[in-house]
């Protein structure tokens, strides 16, 4: 879990800290990885979710619906706000970066993302739409 942000000056915890509970417990592994993805596509990212503690409402749907919390709540997994042109060069470097998970919502006109992880388990590398 990082402490502090001072290693990633593209990032803020603010950014990244659960919207339910105000933690932070991103895993330094997943941010080395997501920073230099910043890096390479020199774009600037908006995170619309980092961390998501057990308790969010997202992940109680799920474990409600009988299945597992997702990978926000290992600290390993970022959405990132994007669509067209920023959308592609994100999605083509974290490809060649070597994320292990990549969820893509590209419809309507507002709430366009990419989700990004570095999880292990179950299938993986595997890409997915919303």
Request: proline letters at 5%; aromatic letters at 10%.
């Amino acid at each position: 879990m990082i402490e502090n942000f001072d290693n990633y000056p593209y990032f803020k915890r603010s950014e990244f800290a659960c919207t339910h509970t105000g933690e932070c417990e991103m895993q330094a592994s997943f941010m080395d990885k997501l920073f230099e993805l910043r890096k390479a596509c020199n774009v600037p990212f908006i995170i619309s979710s980092g961390y998501r503690d057990i308790t969010h409402p997202i992940e109680q749907a799920k474990i409600n619906a009988g299945r597992k919390p997702g990978v926000h709540t290992m600290g390993l997994a970022a959405d990132i706000l994007c669509s067209g042109n920023k959308a592609h060069l994100i999605l083509k470097n974290a490809m060649i970066m070597g994320f292990t998970g990549i969820g893509i919502n590209q419809s309507g006109n507002e709430g366009r993302f990419i989700h990004l992880d570095t999880y292990t388990e179950a299938p993986r590398p595997n890409v997915w739409s919303y």
